[in-house]
């Protein structure tokens, strides 16, 4: 059985950058890191001792806006269930601070649009709804 620590803040900028190289998402310069997870509007961190093992947060506007992001389990501790713990969390903190008529969204990484539909967001495109699109700097 693993044990783990749930905390509710931005993880250091080492921490981060490892995380997402560890599940695939390339390198990313350590001031982007930490400006980024300075601006986040909610953070759930979970740990195996020191050792950063999952992770999501929401970032947005605060009010009308706000995107999943970051959602990411180390590959050495995937389908053991803690994508839905951090889920479970995230979900929490939505269903508190959205208020009616807020959007929220995600990029979901392909193949992982069912892990998602599970909390209720819908895959796109729907007969109402058009490709979600993005541009990468």
Not at 23 to 42: H, M, P, Q, R, Y
Not at 45 to 68: K, N
Not at 110 to 119: A, I, L, N, S, V
Request: proline residues 1%; charged residues 20%; aromatic residues 10%.
């Amino acid at each position: 059985m693993i044990t783990h620590t749930i905390k509710f803040e931005a993880p250091n900028s080492e921490n981060f950058r490892r995380l997402r190289a560890n599940v695939g998402w390339g390198e990313i310069d350590i001031e982007l890191a930490t400006k980024s997870l300075a601006n986040s509007l909610f953070n759930v961190t979970v740990y195996q001792h020191s050792h950063l093992i999952a992770m999501g947060r929401v970032v947005g506007d605060g009010a009308m806006y706000f995107y999943v992001q970051d959602v990411m389990v180390d590959v050495d501790y995937q389908n053991i269930g803690l994508g839905t713990v951090v889920m479970e969390h995230i979900e929490n903190y939505l269903a508190e601070t959205a208020m009616q008529g807020a959007t929220i969204g995600l990029m979901a990484a392909k193949g992982k649009e069912r892990f998602y539909q599970r909390y209720a967001y819908v895959s796109r495109p729907t007969n109402s709804l058009g490709n979600g699109m993005c541009k990468f700097i």
